[in-house]
């Protein structure tokens, strides 16, 4: 089989797909090794950008998606029923950034973190598909592991959590010493 075929036929399963494709499956629709699969998308996508297409193809932990771009995105939900939108409030931000940072994690080590009870905010981000159960921890009670999702990879536009910015270890000093000044002044009240 030709590179021109392969690319082709990469191309009309990521489009037939929809969601994310892995690079296995992508190697066995085109007959080609996962390395040369690999490579065969990332020649697509660079093609997509070259030509400035309106679709592009993603990366996302070993799979590849083929999706609208961003910026014609307003275009899109002119003729599309527009989608809906989720906020992000700042309890949801900090249960999201606990998950993401410290994943696989369970409700209680979250609650440990935040200092307050996040049943709400960790349903809520699995309603927003950016977090979902990932296993169980293998203790009495077996409590929920959670982690992101794909979604979550999206909507910050990283193709992996090793993509996330690292934490200044500064910071996280302040943020220490910050929490023990507050917990200091409520025991003083």
């Known amino acids: 089989m030709e590179i021109k075929e392969a690319k082709t036929i990469l191309e009309a399963v ?4 929809g969601g994310s494709v892995d690079l296995k499956s992508l190697a066995e629709a085109a007959g080609q ?6 490579k065969l998308v990332r020649n697509l996508a660079d093609d997509y ?3 400035g297409r309106g679709m592009k193809i993603i990366e996302l932990e070993g799979a590849f998606q083929m999706c609208t771009r961003p910026e014609y995105y ?3 939900i002119r003729v599309a029923a527009q989608p809906r939108k989720y906020v992000l409030t700042e309890v949801l931000l900090e249960t999201l950034s606990i998950i993401a940072y410290k994943q696989p994690v369970t409700k209680l080590e979250i609650e440990k973190i935040r200092g307050v009870k996040s049943d709400h905010a960790v349903n809520k981000l699995i309603e ?3 977090v979902e159960e990932v296993g169980r921890l293998s203790v009495p009670g077996r409590p929920i592991l959670f982690g992101t999702t794909e979604e ?3 909507s910050f536009g990283v ?12 910071q996280v000093e302040e943020f ?3 929490a023990e000044e507050e917990v200091q002044l409520k025991l003083d009240i």
């Not at 090793?162 to 500064?170: K, S």
């Open 14 to 17: 990521l489009f037939a797909m």
């Open 33 to 38: 090794d996962e390395e040369t699969t690999k």
């Open 49 to 51: 950008d070259a030509e």
């Open 74 to 76: 307003e275009n899109l």
């Open 128 to 130: 927003y598909g950016l």
């Open 152 to 154: 979550f990879l999206r």
């Open 159 to 170: 193709s992996s959590v090793e993509e996330l910015p690292a934490v200044d270890p500064e």
């Open 176 to 178: 220490k010493q910050e």
